[in-house]
Nanobody
Framework: QVQLEESGGGVVQPGGSLRLSCTAS????????MGWYRQAPGNERALVAR???????DYADSVKDRFIILRDYIKNTVYLQMNSLQPDDTAVYYC??????????????WGHGTQVAVSS
């Protein structure tokens, strides 16, 4: 099994910054992609940013130029640096990882989520 542990959420004023972290552990052979998704009340879960093992990155249009996704391949950790936060960024942020276990089974796992609230 593969598990994800998230940290870094909280409350911040508009214009502020937060950094989320997510570490994968368990029976990992490979991590093909790691990313962050978010879900606000009444909305579906949607991609925020995602990085593949080859270094390809996708961002949601709404966060381009404000958020940066980084990955530490040795620590199996992905970070989301969120700058210039706005109230519309308020949501539960979920980490996701996709890859193969050590017995070559596909995994596609989610973290429990971390709350980000942007409010004055």
């Amino acid at each position: 099994q593969v598990q994800l542990e998230e940290s870094g959420g909280g409350v911040v004023q508009p214009g502020g910054s937060l950094r989320l972290s997510c570490t994968a552990s368990g029976s990992i052979f490979s991590i093909n992609a790691m990313g962050w998704y978010r879900q606000a009340p009444g909305n579906e879960r949607a991609l925020v940013a995602r990085i593949t093992s080859g270094g390809s990155i996708d961002y949601a249009d709404s966060v381009k130029d404000r958020f940066i996704i980084l990955r530490d391949y040795i620590k199996n950790t992905v970070y989301l640096q969120m700058n210039s936060l706005q109230p519309d960024d308020t949501a539960v942020y979920y980490c996701n990882a996709l890859g193969y276990t050590q017995v070559r089974e596909v995994y596609d796992v989610w973290g429990h989520g971390t709350q980000v609230a942007v409010s004055s």
